[in-house]
């Protein structure tokens, strides 16, 4: 059983970066697709990016290519995301999720506890 921990998350102004953590313990992470996704207030969740040994990276939105960039290391049982150029509504608790692949981590058991991103001028 793996659990995860997001961190890295805080109050950063528009077009600021951020490098978000999800660290997992129970589990080597090596065999597991990790997903990152977002729930904004009043909004439903939605998927950011995953990757996966077998899979590959997969971005679900096209709008951030560019802007936020997953990967891993696996000697630290660690993915990231990188944020770059934040903008306002990136504002949103960041969970990330693991499962065996990309395309059933959004309904995956394991889920971290969230960080928060907030960007405000």
């Known amino acids: 059983q793996v659990q995860l921990v997001e961190s890295g998350g805080g109050l950063v102004r528009p077009g600021g970066s951020l490098r978000l953590s999800c660290t997992a313990s129970?589990?080597?992470?090596?065999?597991?697709?990790i997903g990152w996704f977002r729930q904004a207030p009043g909004k439903e969740r939605e998927g950011v990016s995953c990757?996966?040994?077998?899979?590959?990276?997969?971005d679900y939105q096209d709008s951030l290519k560019g802007r936020f960039t997953i990967s891993r290391d696996d000697a630290k049982n660690t993915v990231y995301l990188q944020m770059n150029e934040l903008k306002p509504e990136d504002t949103a608790v960041y969970y990330c999720?693991?499962?065996?692949?990309?395309?059933?981590?959004?309904?995956?058991?394991?889920w971290g506890q969230g960080t928060q991103v907030t960007v405000s001028s």
């Open positions: 990757i996966s040994n077998s899979d590959g990276i997969i």
């Open positions: 129970g589990s080597t992470l090596y065999y597991y697709a």
């Open positions: 999720a693991a499962a065996r692949r990309c395309a059933t981590v959004a309904v995956s058991y394991y």
